[in-house]
């Protein structure tokens, strides 16, 4: 007994002289991987790459983070799968949001918003929770925020987009998202499902006509050398969804956890800041590298009456209760 009482003692100074000595018994530090198959500069990787460098300001060597991107691991559809199995911890998911989970087809839904302040007021509300709620329930995966891809524009070969009479009959390359295809031949055009990565090709060997992106992507692949019309639409708004192995995120300490969404926060804010940028500022850049391009605007007006349409079957799809939430939000978003 006396052994005994001498051994615990001799471990409780042990630990009063790492205390003096101003040391700290430290955990492991957390491993994280992280892929995007996008490369520098586009908005999906932009946003992980936010997330990675604030993650590891905010946890310095208590983190341990493996990053790709680029492509390495593979496509967007590639990472969705490995992020589910764990093969990843975290990805940034766009437009392919909606194949893990329904009620991502809201997104395709045509002009409900006008500005990123309105949407940023919707995915930080109620919607962005019931989301996340039912991406965990759907596709096992917890969201850490909602970054932006942004406001999509069509660019064509045929002619200027004005009303949706003028989409008919253009071979468009769209997302994988069957209600971003469905949108588009409910206004007449042909959609073309494609990679993202053989869209110039496409273009420049007239397989499709055109495409429909944010401003940063269509001035990122340089599609603007193969098109004659960039029609400012706006039609829908996409964000980049920031995911993370819910199994992964609910195996994490209250600390980490809270470092995780702090980082996220940072990250998000960035990536709308990022794309508010790209729309003050490509347009010049790509007038001025591609001064044939034709820019317009478009006659919102005359969409409104198929919108609706549209907004009917997607509702279909997504739960015609949430896609009436989420058009209810988006309308009380603008008060």
Do not use: C
Not at 33 to 47: D, K
Not at 157 to 167: G, H, K, M, Q, Y
């Amino acid at each position: 007994m006396k052994l005994r009482h001498q051994y615990i003692a001799t471990i409780f100074a042990a630990g009063a002289l790492v205390l003096s000595l101003g040391g700290e018994v430290s955990a492991e530090a957390l491993k994280l991987r992280m892929s995007v198959e996008s490369t520098p500069g586009a908005s999906t990787q932009q946003v992980l790459a936010a997330f990675r460098d604030a993650l590891k300001e905010e946890m310095g060597d208590d983190v341990d983070i493996e990053y790709f991107d680029s492509g390495t691991l593979g496509d967007e559809i590639v990472h969705m799968q490995q992020v589910r199995t764990g093969q990843l911890d975290v990805v940034p998911i766009g437009s392919d949001a909606v194949q893990l989970d329904s009620k991502f087809a809201v997104f395709d839904i045509p002009f409900l918003f006008a500005s990123r302040e309105q949407v940023s007021a919707v995915l930080d509300g109620p919607i962005g929770e019931q989301l996340d709620a039912s991406f965990q329930e759907n596709a096992g995966l917890k969201i850490l925020g909602f970054g932006e891809i942004g406001f999509r524009h069509i660019t064509n070969n045929v002619r200027p987009i004005v009303t949706p009479a003028d989409l008919d009959g253009v071979k468009l390359r769209t997302p994988g998202s069957k209600t971003r295809i469905m949108s588009f031949e409910m206004l007449g055009a042909s959609p073309i499902k494609m990679n993202i990565g053989e869209v110039y090709l496409a273009l420049e060997q007239g397989v499709i006509d055109g495409q429909e992106n944010p401003l940063g992507n269509i001035a990122k692949w340089s599609w603007d050398e193969v098109q004659k019309y960039v029609s400012l639409s706006k039609h829908v708004y996409t964000p980049v969804t920031l995911t993370m192995n819910l199994a992964r995120y609910e195996s994490l300490t209250d600390a980490q956890r809270e470092a995780i969404h702090k980082a996220a926060r940072t990250a998000v804010a960035s990536s709308r800041q990022y794309g508010a940028d790209n729309d003050a500022s490509l347009e010049a850049v790509i007038r001025e590298r591609s001064p044939d391009v034709k820019f317009n605007d478009i006659d919102s007006a005359s969409f409104q009456t198929i919108a609706k349409d549209i907004g009917a079957e997607i509702g279909k799809i997504a739960g015609e209760d949430f896609a009436a939430k989420f058009i209810e939000a988006a309308a009380q978003s603008t008060n």
